[in-house]
């Protein structure tokens, strides 16, 4: 369905109106004082409470911050979901009216995500979020290598509605805001219970797996698990994303409301970013611990560099990331070896692969080739999605699927929600997977979802598992 200012109307309705009714989107954008991102979205009013998104780039001075919802977007689609978002986002912005807007990721944008598989069955933890969820922020807040941008975006009857009342809207809003701009107080909440879901269950159906890998022509498949917390009371969304923020600052740090839930994380893996024509994607898999000991750290990652079971698995990735971008890009660069990526928990096989976009592309069209890349979903797609069907046991919802944002110029940026996890009312669901080839073995990879756990773990204030 779509809401429009809590109103429900189906897509096509929407539109049909915004045209018979002579609607049209404004969107005023100016610059204002420095501003933290964090506070901007921990003031976010009862009334915005539920419509907030956060948005911090990985080892980049850019933040998105959105609070209250001028057009939602949310449906169960199993077919044609990322061209419906397109289709809407295009005839949304056509007719727009923008003022102030210069500067990438300012002005009209629509922030949210895909779910990992709508094919997977249901489960109430995900309900209030589709298959396809995103909308347009009313106050944006964007932060631009120190640069800070107020956005303001209401749908409005022309002959209705005065321009200069929208002006001094969002002039009292500004002044009300700054007025109000304070620190972030980290909330202790205490844990009344951690339990890893289904252990026993989860290692036996990896068992299952790598055996099936070892006799059958499927080479990859990505098998995750989750933990459960309770707290005494309802977690501090602000004080995670500060945690997050804090210690993970290589990774891309979201937060994506809808109702009473949250799901939010940090995450190393970009899958796609498109600025003008230029295309970013990154291959991510094959991960290590990390050492507080210097020498012990280097030798882990030297190691993962000639571990040929991850090497092998990252090579799937960079193999299905450059096959999914060439028939819509041209200039494609692919390294011939990768890097490492450290976070503070893990570290990486890394590759970075770019390219130009053909005439016509839009970023939803790249998400829809990417998703799922086998280091989320395995190789060959289709026959590991219904291993992890059967095997799982779970509905990831918008783990491990595309979360990110595009503005009305066409940019925009998604990455994987992984290191994630899930925050409703008391309680909080973790989510982590690893990658499962015929050499893997079950225990080491029980231990790495554990090492995967940590980062959300630690930001909710929970100890190492």
């Known amino acids: 369905m779509l809401l429009a200012e809590n109103q429900a109307i189906a897509h096509s309705n929407i539109i049909k109106q915004l045209e018979t009714k002579q609607k049209t989107l404004f969107s005023l954008t100016t610059p204002i004082d420095p501003f933290d991102p964090v506070v901007f979205y921990k003031q976010g009013t009862p009334i915005t409470e539920g419509k907030r998104f956060?948005?911090?780039?990985?080892?980049?001075?850019?933040?998105?911050?959105?609070?209250?919802?001028?057009?939602?977007?949310?449906?169960?689609?199993?077919?044609?979901?990322?061209?419906?978002?397109?289709?809407?986002?295009?005839?949304?912005?056509?007719?727009?009216?923008?003022?102030?807007?210069?500067?990438?990721?300012?002005?009209?944008?629509?922030?949210?995500?895909?779910?990992?598989?709508?094919?997977?069955?249901?489960?109430?933890?995900?309900?209030?979020?589709?298959?396809?969820?995103?909308?347009?922020?009313?106050?944006?807040?964007?932060?631009?290598?120190?640069?800070?941008?107020?956005?303001?975006?209401?749908?409005?009857?022309?002959?209705?509605?005065?321009?200069?009342?929208?002006?001094?809207?969002?002039?009292?809003?500004?002044?009300?805001?700054?007025?109000?701009?304070?620190?972030?107080?980290?909330?202790?909440?205490?844990?009344?219970?951690?339990?890893?879901?289904?252990?026993?269950?989860?290692?036996?159906?990896?068992?299952?797996?790598?055996?099936?890998?070892?006799?059958?022509?499927?080479?990859?498949?990505?098998?995750?698990?989750?933990?459960?917390?309770?707290?005494?009371?309802?977690?501090?969304?602000?004080?995670?994303?500060?945690?997050?923020?804090?210690?993970?600052?290589?990774?891309?740090?979201?937060?994506?409301?809808?109702?009473?839930?949250?799901?939010?994380?940090?995450?190393?893996?970009?899958?796609?970013?498109?600025?003008?024509?230029?295309?970013?994607?990154?291959?991510?898999a094959g991960s290590a611990p990390r050492s507080k000991d210097p020498g012990e750290d280097e030798w882990l990652g030297k190691n993962l560099l000639n571990d040929a079971k991850n090497r092998y698995e990252h090579q799937l990735v960079v193999n299905m990331i450059k096959n999914a971008l060439n028939p819509i890009c041209t200039n494609l660069i692919v390294p011939e070896e990768p890097i490492l990526m450290k976070t503070p928990a893990i570290q990486h096989l890394y590759t970075p692969i770019t390219g130009r976009a053909k005439a016509g592309q839009s970023i939803f069209k790249m998400v829809e080739r990417l998703h799922p890349t086998?280091?989320?979903?395995?190789?060959?797609?289709?026959?590991?999605?219904?291993?992890?069907?059967?095997?799982?046991?779970?509905?990831?919802?918008?783990?491990?699927?595309?979360?990110?944002?595009?503005?009305?110029?066409?940019n925009g940026e998604f990455i994987v929600g992984i290191r994630s996890g899930l925050i409703q009312n008391n309680n909080a669901i973790l989510y982590a997977g690893c990658g499962l080839v015929p050499d893997s073995n079950p225990q080491d990879e029980l231990i790495e979802t554990r090492i995967k756990f940590r980062p959300m773990l630690h930001a909710l204030g929970g100890e190492e598992k």
């Open 54 to 284: 956060f948005w911090k780039s990985a080892n980049e001075d850019f933040y998105l911050v959105g609070v209250g919802a001028a057009l939602l977007f949310s449906n169960l689609a199993k077919k044609n979901r990322f061209d419906d978002i397109h289709q809407f986002w295009k005839d949304i912005v056509q007719n727009a009216e923008i003022e102030g807007s210069s500067i990438i990721g300012t002005g009209p944008l629509l922030f949210g995500g895909f779910s990992f598989d709508p094919d997977t069955g249901k489960e109430q933890e995900w309900s209030d979020f589709g298959d396809t969820f995103f909308y347009l922020p009313k106050y944006m807040l964007t932060v631009v290598n120190g640069q800070h941008f107020l956005t303001f975006n209401q749908i409005m009857d022309p002959a209705g509605e005065n321009k200069t009342s929208q002006y001094k809207h969002i002039e009292e809003y500004m002044n009300d805001l700054l007025a109000r701009q304070s620190t972030v107080a980290v909330e202790q909440v205490s844990m009344t219970s951690c339990t890893e879901i289904g252990q026993a269950e989860w290692v036996k159906a990896v068992e299952d797996i790598v055996n099936l890998l070892k006799s059958t022509d499927i080479k990859k498949v990505v098998l995750a698990r989750k933990m459960i917390i309770e707290f005494t009371k309802s977690p501090s969304i602000a004080t995670v994303l500060e945690q997050l923020r804090r210690n993970q600052p290589g990774s891309f740090t979201f937060a994506l409301e809808s109702g009473s839930s949250c799901f939010l994380g940090a995450s190393p893996e970009r899958l796609v970013k498109k600025t003008g024509e230029e295309v970013l994607s990154t291959c991510l």
């Open 374 to 410: 086998p280091a989320l979903g395995g190789v060959p797609t289709i026959e590991a999605l219904k291993i992890i069907r059967e095997k799982e046991k779970m509905d990831r919802g918008l783990y491990a699927g595309p979360i990110g944002w595009t503005d009305f110029r066409g």
